[in-house]
């Protein structure tokens, strides 16, 4: 595995912060634009779209919590396990607000959190792999302790996400730069892997991308 750029505990929580942030801060203005076009009388057409629009986007919010919560957060103690059943539910949320759909494959276990992470995280990259939409289908190998991951990303233009390939080569786009929020994703995604033990690859496969967390 690559010998990453040093970050410290500080900015790696303030990077992944901006990163949640931007995901959620969407659905939460489009809330917020909601309850105010209902406190207006504009008719009831408009009430109608309003209501409309605040259901769509607490929905969205909701589900992109719930994701970051798993992806990013504690989620238990230390040495916790996830039901990989929950994680499927958690991703099918968020994939709804998304241009691709997904497909599951793979025995129902108990996974150790940090594989979970490193699943949910190796999701948000695959959807960069596929920015015109597409099918993500994600495959669980093995189960419990064992359990390993690959996603076939599939879609018109599907592309290697450059700077996360960078990363796995040890190499910095811009070494005089700082990592971003939006760097930060593959930066968190490598961390989690080598935690796991876990060897990642990102390569094309004909037209399509396929991400993979293997053992060493």
Not at 40 to 68: C, N, V
Not at 74 to 80: I, K
Not at 109 to 115: D, H, I, M, Q
């Amino acid at each position: 595995m690559p010998e990453l750029p040093k970050l410290s505990a500080l900015d790696l929580a303030a990077l992944l912060a901006s990163r949640i942030c931007h995901d959620i801060i969407s659905p939460v203005g489009a809330l917020a634009n909601g309850l105010e076009v209902l406190g207006e009388d504009q008719g009831e057409e408009m009430q109608e779209f309003a209501m409309e629009l605040i259901q769509k986007s607490a929905k969205s919010a909701s589900a992109k919590l719930k994701f970051s919560r798993l992806a990013f957060g504690a989620s238990g103690s230390a040495g916790a396990f996830i039901d990989t059943g929950e994680a499927q539910e958690v991703v099918a949320l968020y994939m709804e607000g998304e241009k691709s759909d997904m497909e599951w494959q793979g025995m129902r276990s108990l996974v150790p959190k940090n594989r979970v992470k490193l699943l949910l995280n190796l999701v948000l990259l695959a959807l960069g792999a596929v920015p015109r939409g597409g099918v993500l289908h994600i495959s669980i190998h093995g189960e419990g302790e064992t359990a390993t991951f690959d996603i076939r990303c599939v879609g018109p233009r599907a592309r290697v996400p450059s700077e996360f390939v960078s990363m796995l080569n040890g190499v910095v786009e811009d070494e005089e730069e700082e990592i971003s929020a939006h760097g930060v994703q593959p930066y968190y995604t490598i961390l989690l892997a080598q935690e796991c033990g876990l060897s990642l690859t990102a390569t094309a496969d004909g037209e399509d991308i396929v991400l993979k967390a293997a053992q060493r």
